[in-house]
């Protein structure tokens, strides 16, 4: 089944990629949670939709990072994930430090008792 999309609706550049991506969501976000929000209002799928005058924007972006298999997620849920991954990385970030000795504790050397 295909769905037809309105031209009016397309994202100016829009790539073949998008509208094959966009098409096999059903125009729909595909976040079931990667946002942190559990969507609990519509079953645990974002129920944002590409139509006129929603005001939606959907883009098809990569299921991880790093992955080259797509997903359409709405703006709000774009948002959402990447704060997500950005405090991940920034807590590992954090967390790798803490174990890595300081210069001058390499300087020093261990103390004596």
């Keep these: 089944m295909t769905i037809t999309l309105d031209p009016s609706l397309l994202p100016l550049g829009a ?4 509208l094959e991506t966009a098409q096999a969501a059903g125009f729909c976000c595909q976040c079931t949670g990667a946002c942190g929000s559990g969507h609990r209002a519509s079953s645990g799928r974002c129920d944002k939709t590409l139509a006129k005058l929603s005001g939606v ?11 080259p298999h797509l997903i359409a997620l709405c703006g709000d849920c774009v948002d959402k994930r990447d704060r997500l991954v950005r405090k991940a990385a920034n807590d590992a970030a954090r967390l790798l430090a803490a174990q890595v ?6 300087l020093t050397g261990p103390e004596e008792s």
């Design 15 to 18: 790539t073949k990629q998008w």
């Design 57 to 67: 924007r959907l883009y098809a972006v990569p299921t991880e990072p790093g992955s």
């Design 101 to 106: 000795p300081s210069l001058l504790d390499l």
